[in-house]
Each structure stands twice: as C-alpha cells, then as structure tokens.
C-alpha cells in the first residue's frame, strides 16, 4: 500500500518562508510524478507544483510562479515544497500527491495516491 506523509507545515508571517516535504513508502517513488496542491476553505483544490519522474520539468500554478520550488530525492523517497515570499493568500492545507507513469498533469483527479495534507496559514 503507496503511503504519503507530509510535514513541514505551520503559521508563519507574511514574506516569510516554509518547506514541506512528503515522503512517499510502499512504492516505487522513483517511477511517479509527483505533484503539490492545496485546498483552503470554501475553495476547489488547486494544482500548486510538479514534477516529472526524474525531475526533467517542473511546473508550477501561475499564483505561485517565482515563489515556490518543487524538488525531489528519489533515493529518499521524499518530495519538498520551498515556498518563499508568502502571502496570506497561501493559506490552505497542502497535499502530495502521486501519479503513476512519471508523467506530470495539473488535474487533482489524475493522481493515484494523496497524502492527509498539512496545514499552512499566513498571517499579515
């Protein structure tokens, strides 16, 4: 069973910084896209961050372009979201996420396996 654990979340001032990270067990991590969102109340959940199998592109939601950096350690099983520069509009619950073929897409439904997120809020 493909289990995904995220951390790194918490409250942090406006322009301040935060690193998630999501390690992925039970599969083969190295063969997956994997793939950040993020869900704030009242909202549909919202492509964030990807990255292909191995780490040949990377894609990013326009809100945070310049912002946050996807990266991955594939003999770690881990998968990281430094975000930078936040904004109150950051406030949300973060998930990984997983997809099989390595291929990334922006499209929550496309993915196979979710972590239970992690909450990030940004005060002003």
């Known amino acids: 069973q493909v289990q995904l654990d995220e951390s790194g979340g918490g409250v942090v001032q406006a322009g301040g910084s935060l690193r998630l990270s999501c390690v992925v067990s039970?599969?083969?991590?190295?063969?997956?896209?994997m793939a950040w969102f993020r869900q704030a109340p009242g909202k549909e959940r919202e492509f964030v961050a990807a990255?292909?199998?191995?780490?040949?592109?990377?894609y990013y939601g326009d809100s945070v372009k310049g912002r946050f950096t996807i990266s991955r350690d594939n003999p770690q099983n881990t998968v990281y979201l430094q975000m930078n520069n936040l904004k109150p509009e950051d406030t949300a619950v973060y998930y990984c996420?997983?997809?099989?073929?390595?291929?990334?897409?922006?499209?929550?439904?496309?993915?196979?396996?979710w972590g239970q997120g992690t909450q990030v809020t940004v005060s002003s």
């Open positions: 996420a997983a997809r099989r073929g390595g291929v990334h897409a922006r499209t929550p439904t496309t993915y196979d396996y």
């Open positions: 039970g599969g083969t991590f190295s063969s997956y896209a």
């Open positions: 990255i292909t199998w191995g780490a040949v592109g990377t």
